[in-house]
């Protein structure tokens, strides 16, 4: 008899989501048994659908979403014991024919995805390195070692893979200028030198992203590999991994998968029997700094400095950690790195649009159906990303907008949904494609509000350093926060303006450089809607607390005092069954009065 596995996904999103009763309860119905291995896995990407299990017998695997412990007993009772699908709780499955399919279900959205940065997320329990390598982990280490370092950084160029963290810099380019620069301690592999440092940034700090959170949590290994393999290709003895510490359970598997890699010969002194290729890799917690994703001020950090950027060239390649020859790429880089050495580069180039090859991991957050992880070829237009893979807008509002590339990125209209995912045509639209973060906007956002957000957020993260960026953010929040309290006048546009540039000019990072570009997008594309608030007193989106206002129709007030309890501030008033009224001088804009009203008798305006 064929043995079942039953699957139970605990990353962040599962835990959050009361995966852990879940788990427990599984445990108990399975203690015991021979015919079935329940596995603690890591997240598939439907997080909209937590908590997750998943049901593998005869080949066909099944995945049943928002499961509790009562239906958890179902699954088991059910399908693990008598083979009977429980169907209203079953959300993706094998073999489905193209005629059971339909738009927009889960077997549909399935089917556009392509899996290489997440091939084993949700699949294999991450604190296990056997479930790993039995998924052909570290075949690409040992075929890389089998190659020459040149042959590797060749196959990673032929690949067109580009670095995931926003820049989109060719990662081959990047690997060959740190196995050109000069370390120390050469041998007869490597006349360059072998001192030289592999750094990971793990750093991640957008609103709405979790893209690496997640392979972190869920497929420690792959990133681990791709790194090794790197230092493998430069000549690198020295490996960190940069993690913010606000990632205590990514931290936590990333520690358990060092030290197995360590015990199976694949890190530390002559790996895989090699006397020249000596490796190995800790994790270095970072504080939470935004500035810390960029390239220099991590380094900063890594050495215990404060985090702030220094001026490029050197750059990190001839100069990084400890002033050593330093490759740095992200999370979702080193994941892409494995399946392209496995595979070949025609494999991964294969997938793409332009000079954007291979595939992207999109985290999928806002006003849409079905948040989470996806990841799409290159290539995808941004209306099949959000109305194919995150199902649409929640409650079918309409759309409004997209920020794609968080605080350096920008918003992108509905005019512009069909422009294609790909580093060179999102760039044309004034936004950027970023670490992979997708924030969509509804009909009820306003995006001289979300502005004001992503200003607030670059603001606070300045390391200071640069007076444009330190003062001149702090200026245009000023601006944005008078607009939104409808206190703005015509010329705060072009003021907007003429700080957005000198801030893009005069600024030394990443950070300072890209802050006004949500300010600016929101500007190109909305311009009517900042007109509304300077000019008009008015938010059209009816966000803007100062610009509206709470009123009850008396002619459909039935007087049921709900809205006057619900109110914070005692700012309604009015005799049971007879209409109530709601002083404005009072009012905070709360809007729990209108949440509460049974017969929806109270507007905004």
Request: glycine share 12%; aromatic share 6%.
């Amino acid at each position: 008899m064929n043995k079942t596995t039953v699957t139970i996904g605990l990353a962040s999103c599962g835990v959050a989501s009361g995966g852990l009763p879940v788990a427990e309860e599984l445990e108990r119905l399975l203690a015991g048994r021979g015919d079935v291995e329940l596995k603690r896995v890591g997240c598939i990407g439907y997080c909209y659908m937590e908590p997750l299990v998943g049901v593998e017998r005869e080949g066909k695997s099944y995945t049943y979403g928002k499961v509790n412990a009562d239906i958890a007993r179902r699954i088991v009772e059910e399908h693990v014991d008598k083979n009977a699908v429980v169907k209203e709780h079953l959300i993706l499955t094998d073999g489905v024919s193209e005629e059971e399919k339909k738009d927009g279900s889960e077997n549909a959205r399935a089917d556009r995805q392509v899996r290489i940065v997440l091939r084993n997320s949700g699949l294999i329990d991450p604190k296990k390195i056997d479930e790993y390598i039995a998924r052909d982990g570290y075949k690409a280490l040992k075929k890389a070692v089998g190659m020459g370092r040149d042959d590797v950084i060749r196959e990673i160029l032929d690949s067109g893979l580009r670095g995931r963290g926003g820049a989109g810099f060719p990662t081959g380019m990047k690997w060959r200028f740190a196995r050109d620069a000069k370390g120390a301690e050469p041998n007869a592999k490597n006349p360059n030198g072998t001192d030289k440092y592999m750094v990971c940034n793990a750093d991640e700090g957008d609103p709405g992203a979790f893209m690496d959170r997640s392979v972190l949590e869920s497929d420690p290994h792959s990133v681990i590999e791709g790194m090794a393999i790197g230092a493998y290709a430069v000549g690198a003895s020295h490996g960190v991994i940069y993690c913010r510490a606000e990632y205590p359970m990514a931290i936590r598997h990333l520690e358990i998968a060092l030290a197995q890699a360590r015990e199976r010969g694949f890190l530390g002194g002559k790996i895989l029997g090699d006397p020249d290729f000596s490796f190995d890799a800790y994790i270095k917690e970072g504080a939470g700094a935004f500035v810390c994703g960029e390239e220099t001020a991590l380094i900063a950090s890594i050495e215990g400095q404060r985090g702030m950027p220094r001026p490029r060239p050197p750059f990190p390649a001839n100069s990084g950690v400890w002033k050593k020859p330093t490759n740095i790429n992200n999370v979702e880089t080193y994941a892409n790195v494995p399946w392209i050495v496995l595979n070949g580069a025609a494999a991964f180039s294969k997938y793409g649009h332009g000079r954007s090859k291979g595939t992207k991991v999109f985290a999928l957050a806002g006003k849409i159906k079905k948040g989470g992880l996806a990841e799409v070829p290159m290539g995808m237009s941004l209306r099949e990303v959000i109305y194919d893979i995150a199902g649409g807008i929640e409650n079918d509002r309409k759309f409004k907008a997209v920020q794609l590339g968080g605080p350096s990125g920008g918003c992108v209209p509905e005019s512009l949904l069909d422009t294609p995912v790909d580093y060179e045509s999102i760039n044309a639209t004034g936004a950027i494609m970023g670490s992979g973060g997708m924030v969509v906007m509804d009909e009820d956002t306003c995006v001289v509000d979300v502005a004001r957000f992503f200003l607030a957020f670059v603001q606070k993260e300045s390391c200071g350093k640069c007076p444009f960026c330190r003062i001149g953010t702090k200026r245009m929040l000023e601006i944005l926060e008078k607009i939104t309290r409808g206190e703005g006048a015509l010329e705060d546009i072009g003021n907007l303006l003429s700080l957005a540039e000198q801030i893009r000019d005069g600024s030394l990072c990443g950070l300072g450089q890209t802050a006004p570009n949500p300010v600016l997008t929101t500007l190109k594309y909305f311009r009517d809607e900042y007109a509304a608030h300077i000019a008009d007193k008015k938010c059209p989106a009816k966000v803007c607390s100062a610009l509206i206002r709470y009123t009850v129709d008396e002619s459909r007030c039935v007087g049921c005092a709900r809205c006057a309890k619900a109110c914070p501030v005692q700012a309604i008033a009015g005799e049971v069954k007879k209409p109530h009224r709601i002083d404005d001088a009072v009012c905070v804009r709360c809007g729990l009065c209108k949440k509460n009203c049974p017969v929806s008798c109270i507007s905004v305006g």
